[in-house]
């Protein structure tokens, strides 16, 4: 399923730049080369993971203003490109943007739920972020405003966002994460009171035909998600587009045909 309308559903502030990525220094803090004047640009970036195969000196880096002027880094690193891009429909080769911005996928969800998107949360009336359960904190709550006793169960869901491709495949985590294995944990429980769990993949980058666990990455997770299939945890996986005036949904993934035959039918 695809956004026909093409609409940006995350435009991007005025002023966003391209500039030439030098080197990540300690954790949260991305360097790059302002191609115009020469000069070394610091931003934030929020991603925690190892951004595996996308660090390459001297790839292009798109760059968004922040947006309290007092920051003391004044810019964040939105995405990083593909070696080679890929060609426009004028012959030109563009740059293949892979999002790297960790806050996109639950800005994304949002806007994709309030434009209709997401079929399976359609039914539901209130989105409730950060919402709390048992001892962890989870990406959004669905509700459908009946109150206790309503028709719909709650529906839980945790965004995730994914950069890495391997072998033809989309996956997710792309360093080891005992955090995500934490939610993972927290969804299956979910499910086995009576509420709905799924996890949103965004996968924020043009290529990857399905989607997997990185088990080579993190076999623990694999494995979490693995008995979280069986369930009955949903997965959401979308494809996001990142151009320089903003992001939208494009298409629907599938998971990998072994991964597939795990889940279990969902409740709409």
Not at 49 to 60: A, E, I, N, V, Y
Not at 222 to 240: D, F, H, M, P, Y
């Amino acid at each position: 399923m695809s956004d026909r309308s093409g609409r940006l559903l995350l435009p991007f502030p005025p002023r966003c730049r391209v500039t030439r990525f030098l080197r990540r220094e300690k954790r949260f803090t991305a360097v790059s080369l302002d191609p115009l004047t020469g000069a070394e640009v610091r931003a934030h970036t929020n991603n925690t993971g190892s951004m595996l195969g996308l660090l390459r000196p001297g790839t292009s880096a798109l760059l968004s203003p922040a947006a309290n002027p007092d920051r003391a880094l004044k810019w964040t690193l939105e995405a990083l490109a593909l070696p080679g891009g890929h060609h426009g429909p004028d012959g030109l080769v563009d740059p293949a943007w892979v999002g790297v911005n960790t806050l996109t996928p639950n800005r994304l969800l949002a806007a994709a739920w309030r434009g209709g998107l997401l079929p399976e949360a359609a039914p539901y009336a209130r989105m409730t972020p950060e919402a709390a359960s048992g001892a962890s904190r989870l990406d959004a709550r669905f509700d459908d405003g009946a109150g206790p006793g309503g028709g719909l169960p709650p529906l839980f869901v945790e965004c995730k966002n994914v950069t890495l491709v391997e072998d033809g495949q989309a996956q997710f985590p792309d360093a080891a994460s005992e955090r995500g294995r934490k939610h993972l944990g927290e969804l299956t429980r979910l499910v086995g009171e009576g509420c709905r769990a799924a996890l949103f993949f965004l996968v924020q980058r043009p290529d990857g035909g399905c989607f997997a666990p990185a088990e080579a990455v993190d076999p623990d997770y694999a494995n979490a998600l693995a008995l979280a299939l069986q369930a009955g945890v949903e997965t959401w996986i979308w494809r996001a587009h990142i151009g320089e005036a903003g992001i939208s949904l494009t298409e629907r993934l599938a998971l990998a045909p072994a991964w597939a035959a795990l889940e279990r039918p969902h409740r709409s």
